[in-house]
């Protein structure tokens, strides 16, 4: 049996080696509603308990979760697939009174009994955090690139789905095992009974290092029709170099993250009139054959304000979505726009020779009175073009606002209650009669 490939988190969690499981692809996840083995891919190792239990739910992650008591529950991945993976656990552990022993895995951390999140590198046990010593769920998300063969660590102690920032700063956590290829397997081990839910192991794209927080989406398996979608996290790092905020580029990496093949990823052009459609294939964004004509995902760049559009494939289940960013840099997070960035962003409004119609689709990522819009300037408009807002708890029900001259500025012209000021994350079309395109920059 082979356990140099593995991830190990001892104390409440941890990886190992199982060849009798059947081997599950990612992105997976898994909260543990029936009873366990809660599918194929888990088993468990013996001499103890484990089982699902409601005592043991994570809070706005279901109805139940994951006792382990004295045993170890094995979650087997598919071997010789993954270099660079996201994985994420919600443990209510036991903290540790002594220094435990790791054998055959790549990497481990564990809480001692002082709250201290102990992290192996290299084999020797590192001290990246404190102030985990309450008995509670905490996230963790494990960062593991066998490329470099070093991983990170993030935590949070807030709810479900909270931001999680990077315990092992300044630190590079190499593996404890030489040259693993993949990662084969996730582990939850616990000697006395610990508390576990909300497992996720997701692709990565980018190296260990190079973001100090994670947002995290999580892609319902309820919603398979087409959906608006706004990026959780929008980083300075995406706008340099040009090329990194595009479709093909690390912002596209980031949404991949959390999709399996077959979704589509619908994003506004304005040069196609209209959503380009891109299918997840693989490790790739490709142009969908529905839309000839459309931007190769390199050279479809993705804004704050882009309209983009998710069709997740009937037969996926719910997946996890990670987006690295630095907390000093974000442009906007969970669709709120961080001002004082100094970040410049450009786009244009269409006119009616770049789009017969004059239409652009945004969707807005700050909570804006309408008479401050940024694009509000005579040089854009002309008395008579049209603004149409909804809301993303009422996304069919539209609030029409017309331009007037000569002051400039928008007057309601259909809908009994005005949209102003403008929510993050509503959706906007604005109809221009001019010919000619308007160029927009926005400085955050």
Same mark, same amino acid.
């Given at each position: 049996?082979?356990?140099?490939?593995?991830?190990?988190?001892?104390?409440?969690?941890?990886?190992?080696?199982?060849?009798?499981?059947?081997?599950?692809?990612?992105?997976?996840?898994?909260?543990?509603?029936?009873?366990?083995?809660?599918?194929?891919?888990?088993?468990?190792?013996?001499?103890?308990?484990?089982?699902?239990?409601?005592?043991?739910?994570?809070?706005?992650?279901?109805?139940?979760?994951?006792? =382990?008591?004295?045993?170890?529950?094995?979650?087997?991945?598919?071997?010789?697939?993954?270099?660079?993976?996201?994985?994420?656990?919600?443990?209510?552990? =036991?903290?540790?009174?002594?220094?435990?022993?790791?054998? #055959?895995?790549?990497?481990?951390?564990?809480?001692?009994?002082?709250?201290?999140?102990?992290?192996?590198?290299? %084999?020797?046990?590192?001290?990246?955090?404190? #102030?985990?010593?309450?008995?509670?769920?905490?996230?963790?998300?494990?960062?593991?690139?066998?490329?470099?063969?070093?991983?990170?660590?993030?935590?949070?102690?807030?709810?479900?789905?909270?931001?999680?920032?990077?315990?092992?700063?300044?630190?590079?956590?190499?593996?404890?095992?030489?040259?693993?290829?993949?990662?084969?397997?996730? /582990? =939850?081990?616990?000697?006395?009974?610990?508390?576990?839910?909300?497992?996720?192991?997701?692709?990565?794209?980018?190296?260990?290092?190079?973001?100090?927080?994670?947002?995290?989406?999580?892609?319902?398996?309820?919603?398979?029709?087409?959906?608006?979608?706004?990026?959780?996290?929008?980083?300075?790092?995406?706008?340099?170099?040009?090329?990194? /905020?595009?479709?093909?580029?690390?912002?596209?990496?980031?949404? /991949?993250?959390?999709?399996?093949?077959?979704?589509?990823?619908?994003?506004?052009?304005?040069?196609?009139?209209?959503?380009?459609?891109?299918?997840?294939?693989?490790?790739?964004?490709?142009?969908?054959?529905?839309?000839?004509?459309?931007?190769?995902?390199?050279?479809?760049?993705?804004?704050?304000?882009?309209?983009?559009?998710?069709?997740?494939?009937? =037969?996926? #289940?719910?997946?996890? #979505?990670?987006?690295?960013?630095?907390?000093?840099?974000?442009?906007?997070?969970?669709?709120?726009?961080?001002?004082?960035?100094?970040?410049?962003?450009?786009?244009?409004?269409?006119?009616?020779?770049?789009?017969?119609? %004059?239409?652009?689709?945004?969707?807005?990522?700050?909570?804006?009175?309408?008479?401050?819009?940024?694009?509000?300037?005579?040089?854009?408009?002309?008395?008579?073009?049209?603004?149409?807002?909804?809301?993303?708890?009422?996304?069919?029900?539209?609030?029409?606002?017309?331009?007037?001259?000569?002051?400039?500025?928008?007057?309601?012209?259909?809908?009994?209650?005005?949209?102003?000021?403008?929510?993050?994350?509503?959706?906007?079309?604005?109809?221009?009669?001019?010919?000619?395109?308007?160029?927009?920059?926005?400085?955050?």
């Amino acid at each position: 049996m082979n356990v140099r490939h593995a991830l190990s988190i001892v104390g409440a969690l941890g990886l190992l080696v199982s060849t009798s499981l059947a081997a599950t692809t990612a992105p997976y996840s898994q909260s543990f509603e029936a009873a366990f083995p809660p599918d194929a891919h888990w088993g468990a190792g013996g001499g103890g308990t484990v089982e699902s239990s409601a005592s043991a739910v994570l809070a706005n992650a279901g109805s139940s979760g994951l006792i =382990v008591s004295n045993d170890i529950a094995t979650l087997s991945i598919a071997q010789s697939s993954y270099t660079n993976v996201w994985i994420q656990i919600y443990a209510r552990p =036991v903290k540790g009174s002594g220094t435990p022993t790791v054998t #055959g895995a790549s990497g481990a951390f564990y809480i001692n009994s002082a709250g201290h999140v102990m992290a192996n590198d290299a %084999g020797v046990w590192t001290d990246i955090a404190s #102030g985990y010593s309450a008995d509670q769920y905490y996230g963790f998300i494990v960062h593991a690139d066998y490329t470099s063969d070093t991983y990170d660590i993030y935590a949070t102690a807030n709810g479900f789905k909270s931001t999680m920032t990077l315990l092992n700063t300044g630190v590079v956590l190499n593996f404890i095992s030489g040259n693993p290829a993949t990662l084969d397997n996730v /582990k =939850v081990q616990s000697g006395d009974r610990a508390y576990v839910d909300a497992v996720a192991v997701s692709r990565a794209f980018q190296g260990t290092g190079e973001a100090d927080s994670i947002e995290v989406y999580e892609h319902s398996a309820s919603s398979t029709s087409l959906q608006d979608f706004q990026m959780p996290a929008y980083s300075e790092a995406y706008t340099a170099p040009a090329s990194a /905020k595009t479709l093909g580029g690390r912002l596209g990496d980031d949404i /991949k993250s959390g999709l399996v093949n077959g979704d589509q990823i619908y994003v506004w052009s304005g040069n196609n009139w209209g959503y380009n459609q891109y299918a997840v294939s693989g490790n790739n964004l490709t142009v969908d054959g529905d839309t000839p004509g459309a931007e190769v995902p390199s050279s479809m760049p993705v804004y704050t304000m882009t309209s983009l559009q998710i069709d997740q494939a009937n =037969v996926r #289940g719910t997946t996890f #979505g990670f987006y690295p960013y630095s907390n000093v840099t974000a442009v906007a997070v969970a669709g709120e726009v961080q001002t004082g960035t100094g970040v410049t962003e450009d786009f244009e409004l269409n006119g009616t020779t770049a789009q017969p119609q %004059g239409w652009t689709a945004l969707n807005w990522s700050d909570n804006t009175p309408i008479a401050s819009l940024p694009f509000n300037d005579t040089d854009n408009f002309t008395d008579g073009d049209f603004m149409f807002l909804s809301t993303p708890g009422n996304p069919n029900s539209w609030t029409v606002y017309e331009w007037q001259e000569p002051t400039g500025y928008w007057f309601r012209r259909v809908g009994a209650i005005p949209i102003d000021p403008i929510p993050s994350g509503a959706n906007m079309w604005v109809k221009r009669q001019d010919a000619a395109q308007a160029a927009v920059s926005i400085t955050h």
